[in-house]
């Protein structure tokens, strides 16, 4: 690249003919901030270089503020500032060229200037304009001389003049742009420290060796004592029953750099105990780097009361359904007995009602069981059809799925029906007969088919039943789903969709 086309390239804009106004150019450096400018070594090494190139004892990098020019680097002078009005450098506003002055006292604009006709004796004078991104001039940087320079600055050096100026603009524009993003920073983090002091919860961080270095002030009104400096200090503050696993979990996450995620009781300050949701998240800058965790403690005492006094009356209402399934089917046993003409009526009422007493079962809250997935449900639903050693002889293969409490029941209405229609005419009539039951994850839906085989020839009679009517209402309207029978020569063949969403509640 030509040394000319890098001059150009870098070159500081033209001055602003709309920022000539002294008003708003003083504006613009008092953006700059220069006045918290100390010495700067890389502006030091730019005039003391620019002294050298241009044959001069003196260089300064000057600032034209309203009431004076303020020298924010120098070499060969002591003063840091003179006098506005008797600046040269006042010549160099709304400019972009270098400005020489190879004899001050023969200049008219100068002659009768203090520092010509008094000290320092000026006489020689070159400054290149220094002026902003945005075009407004700033000052300059000069090269001063006591002596009368009988020859101009050659080319080399006039173009050294101007790197070395770019150079000094540059400096003092990364500087502004650093300040300014500093202070954006510094604002974001003040309003953030407002916010995470004003929340509820108790909010800490941590470097990456576990070592605690803030508590919002939540901490102190909640425990009334000091924030704990390492994990281990935060011990005392944790119920005693709940220390060992909370503990282990945490630094289980600390090693592995997982988040984590723990419910225990902590210590207040009037000596009682309240249940806190805890959780930490690891943050690293970059990858690979060394994690700093963020954390936080909500209170959950009293949503834990109020879920446990729910409990309580689910617990209550559950078993006085278990009872009321029990009365039901032993009300309608009474009656078979009585009204032996409708024996077959009440079996499969009593059956069926107690298809739908085991599915309330798997799904009343409390109850202990670990099942809580369709495979669990249909496992229980299907226990009743178990060969005479226990086999089953309905198998369930495939997806699986949680089960809410409203998909319980027309979950045990379906399977019922195929079941004990399977029993009654199909597969499971005869001994050696079987029914295989595999699910398929479709993405937002369950396929199920229901296939039996071993079982006698079956044929479509064309009458839908209550039961088949009950079967279809069930799947399309509560499972939002479909269903589909083939009537095949070696057995039923049962094709249901349904939605998962139906399934989870």
């Known amino acids: 690249m030509p040394f000319t086309q890098f001059l150009d390239e870098r070159a500081m804009p033209a001055p602003d003919p709309a920022l000539a106004e002294e008003a708003q150019r003083l504006a613009v450096i008092e953006r700059f901030e220069l006045e918290a400018l100390g010495d700067d070594p890389e502006l030091q090494a730019i005039v003391e270089f620019a002294a050298r190139l241009c044959n001069s004892p003196v260089s300064i990098l000057t600032l034209l503020e309203a009431d004076r020019q303020r020298f924010i680097a120098r070499t060969g002078l002591d003063e840091r500032e003179t006098a506005r009005e008797v600046a040269f450098c006042n010549y160099t506003l709304g400019r972009a060229d270098l400005l020489e002055v190879p004899d001050a006292p023969a200049d008219p604009r100068f002659a009768d200037n203090p520092l010509v006709t008094g000290a320092p004796g ?30 101009p600055l050659n080319d080399l050096q006039r173009d050294g003049l101007q790197v070395l100026a770019n150079a000094a603009m540059r400096r003092l524009e990364a500087r502004r742009a650093s300040r300014h993003a500093r202070r954006i920073i510094a604002e974001r983090e003040e309003r953030l420290l407002r916010m995470i002091e004003g929340v509820p919860q108790i909010a800490w961080s941590a470097d990456n060796l576990g070592n605690f270095d803030y508590f919002n002030r939540r901490w102190q009104e909640v425990t009334g004592a000091q924030a704990p400096k390492l994990a281990e200090d935060w011990r005392p503050f944790i119920h005693p029953d709940d220390a060992t696993a909370v503990f282990d979990e945490w630094y289980a996450c600390f090693t592995q750099g997982r988040e984590f995620e723990g419910e225990y009781r902590l210590l207040q300050a009037d000596g009682s105990w309240s249940w806190v949701l805890s959780r930490a998240v690891p943050v690293a800058a970059n990858a690979g780097e060394p994690a700093r965790w963020f954390g936080t403690l909500t209170d959950i005492d009293e949503v834990r009361g109020a879920l446990e006094q729910r409990d309580v009356l689910s617990r209550e209402l559950a078993h006085r359904i278990k009872n009321l399934f029990a009365v039901v089917i032993g009300l309608a046993s009474l009656k078979a007995r009585q009204a032996p003409d409708h024996a077959a009526f009440a079996d499969e009422l009593v059956a069926t009602l107690r298809a739908l007493s085991r599915a ?22 299907f226990l009743p059809y178990a060969g005479a050693d226990g086999t089953p002889r309905i198998v369930t293969e495939g997806a699986d799925c949680p089960v809410g409490s409203r998909a319980a029941t027309p979950l045990a209405l379906v399977f019922h029906e195929l079941a004990t229609n399977a029993a009654k005419y199909g597969a499971l009539a005869t001994d050696g007969g079987a029914v295989a039951l595999s699910i398929a994850d479709r993405g937002d839906a369950l396929a199920l088919t229901w296939r039996e085989s ?23 309207g509560q499972l939002q789903g479909s269903i589909e029978r083939q009537f095949l020569p070696h057995g039923l063949v049962a094709e249901l969709t349904v939605a998962k969403a139906a399934l989870v509640d």
């Open 122 to 151: 000026v006489r020689y004078y070159a400054g290149q304009p220094l002026v902003t991104r945005e075009g407004a001039s700033l000052g300059t940087l000069c090269v001063i001389d006591t002596q009368v320079h009988g020859e």
């Open 360 to 381: 309330h079962e798997f799904v009343r809250p409390g109850d202990g069981l670990a099942q809580d997935s369709l495979h669990g449900l249909l496992d229980m639903l």
């Open 454 to 476: 071993g079982g006698p020839a079956v044929e479509d009679s064309g009458h839908r039943g209550f039961g088949s009517r009950l079967l279809e209402m069930s799947v399309t």
